[in-house]
């Protein structure tokens, strides 16, 4: 893989920026916290976006996520919280495309209809099920999505690509910790600290899971 200086340069920016706003997360620096946020994201996308430019759907998502992470700076406001989950719902979608489109065999457009009409059904059905409890529809549909983006990094696993299902799958599983820590503190309990937590759960697991996507579309591990 010849690396491109661009996405040397905006790694860099991504893994420097992340220190420093995990910093201000623990010092509870909300005004500085609020402030950084937005540029994690838009710095790996721009990195993903230097290398991959012929995959413009991986920078797209991890973009898409940057915005779904403006929103979320305002999560106690519940449109923006909805905004800010139906952003990343998209940036999900992309990533299953983009998991399937990096198998060495073609998945028929049809299957992702299917797959995402199914998705939704389900998530409709357990939504009823619960009794439309609030918030679980949203919940559902983000459960559903992490799963297909899991059952896809074993499907790329199976496929000879190890190492790139493998950081997906580790990707997705500390996205749904944080997540799950998310919903905690925003409808449930509040917890010191909570920004710390969720992001050092978030941005490890966005940059597993796009490093993993490069690599997959690459066809490098």
Same mark, same amino acid.
């Given at each position: 893989m010849r690396v491109q200086i661009g996405f040397v340069v905006f790694i860099s920016l991504f893994a420097i920026g992340c220190i420093v706003h995990l910093v201000f997360c623990f010092l509870e620096k909300e005004k500085a916290r609020m402030i950084s946020k937005p540029f994690l994201l838009t710095f790996l996308g721009a990195a993903m976006a230097f290398q991959v430019p012929n995959h413009p759907l991986i920078p797209i998502a991890c973009f898409l996520a940057m915005i779904g992470d403006i929103f979320l700076l305002f999560n106690k406001k519940i449109l923006f919280f909805y905004l800010g989950a139906s952003f990343f719902a998209s940036s999900h979608i992309l990533n299953?495309?983009?998991?399937?489109?990096?198998?060495?065999?073609?998945?028929?457009?049809?299957? &992702?209809?299917?797959?995402?009409?199914?998705?939704?059904? /389900?998530?409709?059905?357990?939504?009823?099920?619960?009794?439309?409890?609030?918030?679980?529809?949203?919940?559902?549909?983000?459960?559903?999505?992490?799963?297909?983006?899991?059952?896809?990094?074993?499907?790329?696993?199976?496929?000879?690509?190890?190492?790139?299902?493998?950081?997906?799958? /580790?990707?997705?599983?500390?996205? /749904?910790?944080?997540? /799950?820590?998310?919903?905690?503190?925003?409808?449930?309990?509040?917890?010191?600290?909570?920004?710390?937590?969720?992001?050092?759960? &978030?941005?490890?697991?966005?940059?597993?899971?796009?490093?993993?996507?490069?690599?997959?579309?690459?066809?490098?591990?």
């Open positions: 299953i495309i983009t998991q399937g489109l990096s198998l060495s065999y073609d998945i028929p457009m049809y299957a &992702y209809f299917f797959l995402f009409g199914g998705a939704l059904i /389900v998530a409709l059905l357990l939504y009823f099920i619960t009794k439309m409890a609030p918030n679980s529809l949203m919940k559902y549909c983000f459960s559903t999505c992490h799963l297909l983006n899991i059952g896809f990094s074993f499907m790329l696993m199976m496929d000879h690509k190890i190492y790139s299902g493998l950081m997906i799958l /580790v990707g997705y599983l500390l996205c /749904v910790t944080s997540d /799950v820590l998310l919903e905690k503190v925003t409808f449930k309990k509040d917890m010191k600290r909570r920004d710390f937590y969720i992001m050092g759960t &978030y941005l490890p697991g966005q940059a597993f899971t796009y490093l993993g996507l490069l690599f997959a579309t690459l066809s490098l591990f």
